[in-house]
């Protein structure tokens, strides 16, 4: 879904969506409401088990589309980057480079982030939604690990570090940054951590500035 859409142009699955998520990120699911969901889309109660027999339904459907979405823009950054550059270090370099500009673009702080919501939660989910939230963090765990992997074949690191723990690293600092900037409301927060992680990672295989 276009997060730019307008309510009018969404259809009323997407709407409920939307608005569960945003409530969600606010207050956390156990607190979120049918009922609230129900005055807040303007529909009656059997328009909403129509698209959601229960609330389980409505958490898979919830994290799968957040799954997605996060999915596609990181799949469209990796691409644009590998586009412009074919050196495996160099397009992920670019490619975090975007990403800290697609948050530092951001209105405000960043909403939060799914994932986590539905972590600390977790006793609230079946087991179908827990293993889909298990997946999404083991297909971003993949997708930064084996970039990683890809890069240090051609340079191998100059400083002794464990690959896949610094491809563990960037969803760990993107949570975290999410957390600091929506508590100290710094919507610069996320970005320069991200900026951050960008010059570790240029330091682990090209080495210090200085050459030091």
């Not at 142009?9 to 969506?17: H, K």
């Not at 956390?28 to 129509?50: H, M, N, P, Q």
């Not at 979405?69 to 370099?93: C, N, T, V």
């Not at 939660?121 to 889909?132: K, S």
Request: proline content about 5%; aromatic content about 8%; hydrophobic content about 45%.
């Amino acid at each position: 879904m276009d997060p730019t859409a307008s309510p009018e142009n969404m259809s009323t699955r997407e709407r409920i969506l939307a608005l569960a998520e945003s409530s969600v990120l606010e207050k956390g699911f156990a607190a979120t409401s049918i009922e609230e969901l129900i005055a807040g889309v303007g529909i009656t109660k059997g328009g909403f088990f129509y698209h959601f027999r229960d609330k389980g339904v409505l958490a898979k459907a919830l994290l799968q589309r957040y799954l997605d979405r996060e999915e596609a823009i990181l799949d469209e950054i990796m691409a644009r980057a590998d586009a412009l550059h074919e050196d495996p270090l160099h397009a992920f370099l670019i490619a975090l480079k975007m990403f800290a500009e697609l948050l530092q673009d951001l209105p405000e702080t960043h909403p939060g982030c799914l994932i986590a919501s539905f972590c600390y939660q977790e006793n609230l989910f079946n087991a179908d939604v827990r293993e889909l939230n298990r997946k999404g963090v083991l297909h971003w765990r993949g997708l930064f690990r084996g970039r990683l992997r890809q890069i240090a074949e051609r340079y191998p690191p100059r400083l002794p570090i464990d690959i896949d723990a610094l491809g563990d690293m960037l969803s760990t600092i993107v949570d975290g940054g999410i957390i600091v900037s929506k508590v100290l409301r710094e919507k610069d927060v996320l970005p320069r951590q991200v900026l951050l992680y960008r010059e570790l990672v240029r330091t682990v295989f090209l080495g210090c500035p200085n050459g030091q």
